[in-house]
């Protein structure tokens, strides 16, 4: 059981490049989440999506979009990064009903 | 809007002192309030929520709405204990989970 899974685990880009963050979880959750976690800021909620087929914005959503492919999968785009986008994401996904969320181990990304 | 927020970026004590890290909300509604603990190289997990009123590892957390606040309390701090703690809050009716700013906890021997 790998529970929630995330790729890639660590990624550098030039500013104006595109990437793709995935996530994916095996634990039948309908709910899941990207983060982005910076020094002093704390873990800000950036996307999410309550069930297969929505989305959501969260607090930081400028620059981002979503993708909510099945009920497993839950993708992170980035159009055309920018140095303040450099920080550590995290996807999570809970089961409706059962406040606990489950985290993946973080993806550290670095635009230069 | 809802907002979750810990004063404290640092909370630095000795081994076997009291702890407490302090954690206030808004919400206009009736919250769903945790805390998760985040241990060095290891993934963010649930310390314990307010709904079940336990005690995990020592540690307590008691809601009270007068004051919006959810402080994580401990009576005899451990070096183990150290560690980043996150207050969280759900919005029931839209399942969004939303974090505070987060409290690094050190524990000195």
């Known amino acids: 059981n790998a529970g929630v899974t995330q790729t890639p685990k660590f990624q550098v880009l030039k500013t104006g490049q595109s990437m793709t963050l995935q996530c994916a979880q095996d634990?039948?959750?309908?709910?899941m989440y990207w983060y982005r976690q910076d020094p002093g800021m704390g873990l800000r909620l950036i996307y999410y999506?309550?069930?297969?087929?929505?989305?959501d914005k969260g607090e930081v959503p400028n620059g981002y979009n979503v993708s909510r492919l099945n009920k497993r999968e839950f993708s992170l785009r980035l159009e055309s990064a920018a140095p303040s986008q450099t920080s550590v994401y995290f996807c999570?996904?809970?089961?409706?009903?059962?406040?606990?969320?489950?985290f993946g181990q973080g993806t550290r990304l670095t635009v230069v | 809007a809802q907002r979750v927020t810990q004063p404290e970026k640092l909370l630095s004590v000795f081994k076997g002192a009291p702890v407490e890290l302090k954690c206030n909300y808004s919400?206009?509604?009736?919250?769903?309030l945790f805390w998760y603990v985040q241990y060095s190289r290891q993934r963010l997990q649930l310390l314990l929520r307010?709904?079940s009123r336990e005690s995990i590892k020592g540690f307590t957390a008691d809601l009270n709405k007068g004051e919006t606040s959810f402080h994580l309390k401990k009576p005899f701090a451990q070096e183990e204990d150290s560690a980043m703690y996150y207050c969280?809050?759900?919005?029931?009716?839209?399942?969004?989970?939303?974090f505070g700013t987060g409290t690094l906890l050190a524990v000195q021997p």
């Open positions: 999570a996904s809970r089961s409706t009903g059962d406040p606990e969320a489950f």
């Open positions: 634990m039948n959750h309908n709910s």
């Open positions: 999506s309550a069930s297969e087929g929505t989305t």
């Open positions: 919400y206009s509604g009736s919250p769903e």
């Open positions: 307010h709904i």
């Open positions: 969280a809050l759900i919005r029931g009716a839209t399942n969004k989970l939303i």
